[in-house]
């Protein structure tokens, strides 16, 4: 499988913040990748930065974001901005995190649904008409018809967000980025929209990137999973290889804080607080927090991505060696 | 929306209503005899009384609202102690005047203030934004009677493209009508432009960091759609309240600017009233910024029904 989407070497300095240090991971068509990470480790800036969404920010990022098209890769980072603005929409889409404030409260839904088919696939009249019933079909939204004439504060939070996942598949993009799509909704909610995805990813074969603080959520539904901190990937590997054999102490933390049905266990926490202002630092980015700090190199030296046993599928970032 | 219409209109009923006693009470309780001061020189202790009687002031407080408010439900706004005449029909002769000015300084204000505002808050913390701000407080901060004499020097006196001062109707000469509004025009036009300029920014600065036009980026379309569709759009609605008000402020008579060019709008005439204590016309005038104010209001509050669904909800 050849990738179709990602970021190579990806940096990103706002003043002295390094907010993403040397960022790397590609999806495949058909593929989900997870990005995991708690808030401020650069998990969605990653996304955004390689699609031009930050372009105040421009300047200050180096590195490489592609897109495959047709065979031919396409480097994002070195393009104008209105050839980036073509992609957007047409062969990427994005999914938001809060579909109440994501979506244009003074638009109904055929008008911001529309906006970007008659742009990117110039339908319009009849065909558009169509296509319009058909994508809301698509996402499982009854009464299209009435639906498209509504405004997002007559639909509910789960078909409000069915209504951004369908404008982002109106022009059948390549690529899916789904940036927290779960975290503003009830749980059950929540589930019907990871198994739409789940569904229409088999239907279109898209590549799906998931990003998400919740690993167990992710867990679920990735085919890899990249786990991010203070900026830094920490590890990335295959889901079961990640829930089977975690080679980071930040992953093992992460796994050991999910809660239990167990009562008579403590729920596990990480102590300390994620960093609030990541300066780039020449020893391990979790080196404040980590319970293990077991060689001396941890406090001096910036540990390199090693891949785990010589498998060159599973890479972490760490000098421990964990049990 | 005609429920929501009908609504507002019973609002302001009772709140002119509640103007009516206010300016009533503050008017009688000014210092000053506006007979007297109607009598001037003819002077003498028999017109006096007659003329006492006649316009009603010698009747108690209470029965002299009650005949004006039922004038008021008549139209009838009383008779001026000065001119004789009925208050409304000087009312209408000023309002052409002041109408004229109003719409001009308001429309001038408007094509300033959006493209000014949007481009400052786009380029947020930068010069072109430094600029505006600059140009906005000074606008904010200079007296209106200065700026207006700033324009008569350099217009009239030093370029002499324009008259100085005076009015003539539109219907007695369109060309000559525009010539004598620009000067007033821009003072009041550019005043007001300032106001608004800082509203449609600050509005501008919310959305564009809003979320939503986040997802308009997203979906690729071209900058000014995002601006015009996604931005200015949903940045509407405060700068339409401001803009509102201030036209309506110019409704009720720019007085400083409109003494300083001798223009015979509302202002002029309210200026008047105050100075010889004409009861009937000074509570005409403000009756008439009153419902300015309050059907301005609604016509503004109606248009964002029309733009923004949730108003109505």
Same mark, same amino acid.
């Given at each position: 499988?050849?990738?179709?989407?990602?970021?190579?070497?990806?940096?990103?300095?706002?003043?002295?913040?390094?907010?993403?240090?040397?960022?790397?991971? +590609?999806?495949?068509?058909?593929?989900? *990748?997870?990005?995991?990470?708690?808030?401020?480790?650069?998990?969605?800036?990653?996304?955004?930065?390689?699609?031009? *969404?930050?372009?105040?920010?421009?300047? +200050?990022?180096?590195?490489?974001?592609?897109?495959?098209?047709?065979?031919?890769?396409?480097?994002?980072? !070195?393009?104008?901005?209105?050839?980036?603005?073509?992609?957007?929409?047409?062969?990427?889409?994005?999914?938001?995190?809060?579909?109440?404030?994501?979506? +244009?409260?003074?638009?109904?839904?055929?008008?911001?649904?529309?906006?970007?088919?008659?742009?990117?696939?110039?339908?319009?009249?009849?065909?558009?008409?169509?296509?319009?019933?058909?994508?809301?079909?698509?996402?499982?939204?009854?009464?299209?018809?009435?639906?498209?004439?509504?405004?997002?504060?007559?639909?509910?939070?789960?078909?409000?967000?069915?209504?951004?996942?369908?404008?982002?598949?109106?022009?059948?993009?390549?690529?899916?980025?789904?940036?927290?799509?779960?975290?503003?909704?009830?749980?059950?909610?929540?589930?019907?929209?990871?198994?739409?995805?789940?569904?229409?990813?088999?239907?279109?074969?898209?590549?799906?990137?998931?990003?998400?603080?919740?690993?167990?959520?992710?867990?679920?539904?990735?085919?890899?999973?990249?786990?991010?901190?203070?900026?830094?990937?920490?590890?990335? =590997?295959?889901?079961?290889?990640?829930?089977?054999?975690?080679?980071?102490?930040?992953?093992?933390?992460? *796994?050991?804080?999910?809660?239990?049905?167990?009562?008579?266990?403590?729920?596990?926490?990480?102590?300390?607080?994620?960093?609030?202002?990541?300066?780039?630092? !020449?020893? =391990?980015?979790?080196?404040?927090? =980590?319970?293990?700090?077991?060689?001396?190199?941890?406090?001096?030296?910036?540990?390199?991505?090693?891949?785990?046993?010589?498998?060159?599928?599973?890479?972490?970032?760490?000098? =421990?060696?964990?049990? | 929306?005609?429920?929501?219409?009908?609504?507002?209109?019973?609002?302001?009923?009772?709140?002119?209503?509640?103007?009516?006693?206010? /300016?009533?009470?503050?008017?009688?309780?000014?210092?000053? $005899?506006?007979?007297? /001061?109607?009598?001037?020189?003819?002077?003498?202790? %028999?017109?006096?009384?007659?003329?006492?009687?006649?316009?009603?002031?010698?009747?108690?407080?209470?029965?002299?609202?009650?005949?004006?408010?039922?004038?008021?439900?008549?139209?009838?706004?009383?008779?001026?102690?000065?001119?004789?005449?009925? #208050?409304?029909?000087?009312?209408?002769?000023?309002?052409?005047?002041?109408?004229?000015?109003?719409?001009?300084?308001?429309?001038?204000?408007?094509?300033?203030?959006?493209?000014?505002?949007?481009?400052?808050?786009?380029?947020?913390?930068?010069?072109?934004?430094?600029?505006?701000?600059?140009?906005?407080?000074?606008?904010?901060?200079?007296?209106?009677?200065?700026?207006?004499?700033?324009?008569?020097?350099?217009?009239?006196?030093?370029?002499?493209?324009?008259?100085?001062?005076?009015?003539?109707?539109?219907?007695?000469?369109?060309?000559?009508?525009?010539?004598?509004?620009?000067?007033?025009?821009?003072?009041?036009?550019?005043?007001?432009?300032?106001?608004?300029?800082?509203?449609?920014?600050?509005?501008?600065?919310?959305?564009?960091?809003?979320?939503? @036009?986040?997802?308009?980026?997203?979906?690729?379309?071209?900058?000014?759609?995002?601006?015009?569709?996604?931005?200015?759009?949903?940045?509407?609605?405060?700068?339409?309240?401001?803009?509102?008000?201030?036209?309506?402020?110019?409704?009720?008579?720019?007085?400083? @600017? %409109? /003494?300083?060019?001798?223009?015979?709008?509302?202002?002029?005439?309210?200026?008047?009233?105050?100075?010889?204590? $004409?009861?009937?016309?000074?509570?005409?005038?403000?009756?008439?910024?009153?419902?300015?104010?309050?059907?301005?209001?609604?016509?503004?509050?109606?248009?964002?029904?029309?733009? $923004?669904?949730? #108003?109505?909800?």
């Amino acid at each position: 499988m050849s990738a179709v989407f990602g970021v190579d070497n990806l940096s990103l300095k706002i003043g002295k913040n390094q907010i993403l240090r040397e960022v790397s991971w +590609n999806v495949s068509r058909g593929e989900t *990748l997870g990005i995991v990470g708690e808030s401020g480790s650069g998990k969605s800036m990653s996304v955004l930065a390689a699609s031009g *969404l930050l372009p105040k920010f421009r300047k +200050n990022i180096t590195g490489d974001a592609f897109l495959a098209l047709e065979s031919e890769q396409q480097s994002l980072l !070195d393009m104008p901005s209105s050839e980036i603005r073509k992609l957007r929409g047409s062969r990427i889409g994005f999914v938001f995190q809060d579909p109440q404030s994501s979506l +244009n409260p003074l638009m109904t839904v055929e008008q911001q649904l529309s906006e970007m088919i008659k742009l990117h696939m110039k339908l319009k009249g009849k065909q558009l008409q169509e296509r319009l019933e058909e994508l809301l079909e698509l996402v499982g939204i009854a009464d299209p018809e009435r639906r498209l004439k509504a405004y997002p504060h007559e639909l509910s939070g789960g078909m409000r967000q069915r209504v951004m996942i369908a404008i982002a598949l109106s022009c059948d993009p390549d690529v899916l980025i789904a940036d927290e799509p779960t975290t503003a909704l009830d749980v059950t909610i929540q589930a019907q929209i990871v198994e739409l995805v789940q569904n229409l990813q088999k239907r279109l074969g898209m590549a799906v990137v998931w990003i998400s603080h919740d690993l167990s959520l992710v867990g679920q539904l990735a085919d890899r999973i990249v786990v991010m901190y203070g900026g830094e990937i920490l590890e990335s =590997c295959e889901t079961k290889q990640l829930f089977a054999n975690p080679r980071h102490p930040y992953t093992q933390a992460l *796994l050991a804080s999910k809660p239990t049905m167990d009562k008579s266990i403590k729920l596990s926490t990480i102590p300390g607080s994620p960093p609030l202002t990541t300066e780039a630092v !020449d020893r =391990c980015v979790f080196y404040d927090r =980590c319970q293990f700090k077991s060689d001396p190199r941890c406090a001096t030296e910036r540990p390199p991505l090693t891949a785990v046993g010589g498998d060159e599928s599973h890479l972490v970032r760490t000098f =421990c060696e964990v049990p | 929306m005609i429920k929501y219409v009908a609504r507002r209109i019973s609002h302001m009923v009772v709140v002119l209503f509640g103007v009516s006693i206010a /300016v009533f009470s503050l008017v009688h309780l000014v210092p000053g $005899d506006p007979i007297r /001061v109607a009598l001037g020189t003819r002077f003498n202790e %028999e017109t006096y009384q007659a003329l006492l009687v006649s316009s009603g002031l010698d009747r108690p407080l209470l029965e002299q609202y009650v005949t004006y408010i039922f004038g008021l439900l008549q139209g009838d706004f009383g008779v001026s102690f000065r001119s004789g005449g009925p #208050v409304s029909e000087v009312l209408f002769e000023r309002l052409p005047a002041t109408v004229s000015l109003a719409s001009f300084g308001i429309i001038l204000a408007i094509i300033i203030a959006i493209p000014l505002g949007v481009i400052a808050a786009l380029n947020d913390g930068k010069a072109a934004d430094g600029g505006i701000r600059v140009f906005s407080q000074i606008g904010v901060s200079l007296p209106d009677f200065w700026t207006a004499m700033l324009f008569i020097l350099l217009l009239s006196a030093t370029l002499q493209i324009l008259p100085s001062s005076g009015y003539v109707p539109f219907g007695e000469d369109p060309v000559q009508w525009l010539r004598h509004l620009i000067i007033p025009g821009l003072t009041v036009g550019l005043i007001a432009s300032s106001i608004i300029t800082r509203y449609v920014r600050s509005s501008v600065l919310e959305i564009i960091n809003s979320d939503h @036009v986040r997802t308009a980026e997203s979906k690729g379309l071209s900058r000014s759609r995002v601006i015009r569709q996604h931005v200015l759009r949903n940045a509407l609605p405060p700068i339409m309240t401001i803009s509102g008000v201030q036209f309506a402020t110019m409704l009720g008579g720019v007085i400083v @600017v %409109e /003494v300083v060019v001798a223009w015979p709008g509302l202002g002029r005439l309210v200026f008047d009233a105050v100075a010889t204590r $004409d009861y009937p016309v000074i509570q005409g005038v403000v009756m008439l910024i009153a419902v300015a104010f309050l059907v301005i209001n609604l016509l503004v509050d109606v248009l964002q029904a029309r733009l $923004d669904p949730r #108003v109505l909800r």
